[in-house]
């Protein structure tokens, strides 16, 4: 399968994350219209969402939002859908973070551990109330249903990877489970929802939707790899995080298979001086490492396949070209 080819005007790099140009505006819009909806006369309200939502990051799934749209021609409320999806996340982050027992969050300490956990919490709750607001506005209950959808699997996969890790009930079938509960079900809403919200042929909502999903669990594979394979300073924090709470990737997950060792290594959380470098070693000795990037690659090209059904146009190569910059970012 040959690599789709990329958009060949000007590009705009943001971080490690390539946009055309024609975003600036509606992203310009986003951050504004984001700024505005978390306002709070509360000051650790407005603290919290000042490290958080309005300190920038990545803005993934907004930017799925923009291109899914521009790709059909435009869809109606598509600011109020990069909104939505944005404040779902955040929140989300907001409750992982505490859950994790996280140190950081954006090159930042955490938000529980610098105004405790209520506030954490019922900051996170907040956003949700203002993740309803925006979606009330479009006044489309079909896109009220996918995130009340989206919502429940998100808390389920949290929980699943929680009882996986306690049971120690690891398995490749339970990742791919955890994967897609946690992160891809959010990209799929992001990519779909411009085609439901302007009433596209069934086709085109599936086309968006697979991509959505395997550009989700392509990008949670590749944020898993490099917690164990990066470098602390790419990656703005200590590797290592998922043993550490004792959670299974699927680079441990293969490693496990071959390696006994590895399944006590997870089980006392890498707590043993070299336990970690005993992982890398392996993983890198063994070829697992390698196996783990080829199958983060197919789950990309996979996703840019996926849209097929769409029309040609600089959005839709754009889309391809950031699912097939998954398979790349794997140093």
């Not at 490690?16 to 978390?38: G, I, K």
């Not at 790709?71 to 982050?93: D, I, K, Q, R, W």
């Not at 290594?265 to 783990?292: F, M």
Request: glycine share 8%.
């Amino acid at each position: 399968m040959g690599w789709p080819r990329v958009f060949p005007g000007p590009l705009l790099i943001l971080g490690d994350v390539t946009a055309l140009p024609p975003l600036e505006a509606p992203l310009r819009r986003f951050e504004e219209a984001l700024s505005e909806l978390v306002q709070s006369d509360v000051l650790f309200i407005r603290l919290i969402h000042q490290d958080l939502v309005t300190a920038g990051g990545k803005r993934i799934r907004p930017r799925l939002v923009f291109l899914a749209s521009r790709a059909l021609g435009g869809a109606p409320f598509e600011l109020e859908l990069a909104l939505a999806v944005e404040l779902l996340h955040s929140a989300t982050l907001l409750h992982d973070d505490l859950i994790d027992d996280a140190e950081t969050r954006r090159g930042k300490e955490a938000a529980f551990r610098r105004y405790g956990n209520a506030v954490s919490v019922l900051s996170g709750d907040f956003l949700l109330s203002r993740l309803l607001h925006v979606i009330a506005k479009t006044g489309r209950i079909e896109l009220v249903e996918r995130f009340a959808q989206v919502a429940k699997t998100l808390a389920e996969g949290e929980v699943l990877q929680f009882q996986v890790a306690a049971l120690e009930d690891y398995s490749l079938e339970n990742y791919e489970r955890i994967i897609t509960a946690k992160t891809a079900v959010l990209m799929e809403l992001a990519a779909e929802g411009p085609a439901l919200l302007k009433g596209e042929p069934e086709e085109v909502r599936q086309a968006l939707s697979r991509f959505g999903l395997l550009y989700g669990q392509a990008f949670q594979m590749r944020d898993d790899y490099l917690d164990l394979m990066g470098s602390p300073e790419a990656l703005g924090k200590p590797v290592g995080g998922d043993v550490r709470e004792g959670k299974a990737t699927l680079i441990t997950l293969l490693l496990m298979e071959r390696f006994p060792e590895v399944r006590e290594i997870l089980r006392r959380k890498g707590r043993e001086p070299g336990d970690l470098e005993r992982l890398r070693a392996l993983a890198q000795e063994s070829g697992v490492a390698a196996e783990v990037e080829g199958r983060i690659r197919e789950r990309a090209l996979l996703a840019a396949k996926a849209l097929g059904p769409l029309p040609p146009s600089p959005y839709k190569e754009a889309l391809e070209a950031l699912a097939l910059a998954e398979a790349r970012r794997l140093a």
